[in-house]
């Protein structure tokens, strides 16, 4: 079982920059992807930010692409997700995951809880 557990969150003005913060915990070893989703209340969850931990790449959603950075430390098991240039529409609930197999977006085994992240123009 593996865990994640968001912090960093919270409300900002237009053009600063935030970042999130995701704790893994459990068994770890075998996790492919770490990510980073987001979900305004009505819509759809997207996918924000994936890092394929085994090849060390990352992909991004066009919406965030030049803006996000996400980040994976191995030894601290954190994912992080810098934001920075933040606009309104980037308002969301945000939740960390990760998958034990392949892919971009798809297949995600576990999930956090969500943070919420507001920004204001």
């Known amino acids: 079982q593996v865990r994640l557990v968001e912090s960093g969150g919270g409300s900002v003005q237009a053009g600063e920059t935030l970042t999130l913060s995701c704790a893994v915990s459990g068994y770890t070893d075998n996790l492919r992807r770490v990510a980073w989703f987001r979900q305004v209340p009505g819509k759809e969850r997207e996918g924000v930010a994936v890092?394929?931990?085994?090849?060390?790449?990352?992909y991004y959603a066009n919406s965030v692409k030049g803006r996000f950075t996400i980040s994976h430390d191995n030894v601290k098991n954190m994912v992080s997700l810098q934001m920075n240039s933040l606009k309104s529409e980037d308002t969301a609930m945000y939740y960390c995951?990760?998958?034990?197999?392949?892919?971009?977006?798809?297949?995600?085994?576990?999930w956090g809880q969500g943070i919420q992240v507001t920004v204001s123009s």
């Open positions: 890092f394929r931990t085994t090849v060390f790449t990352t």
């Open positions: 995951a990760a998958s034990l197999y392949g892919g971009t977006w798809d297949n995600f085994d576990y």
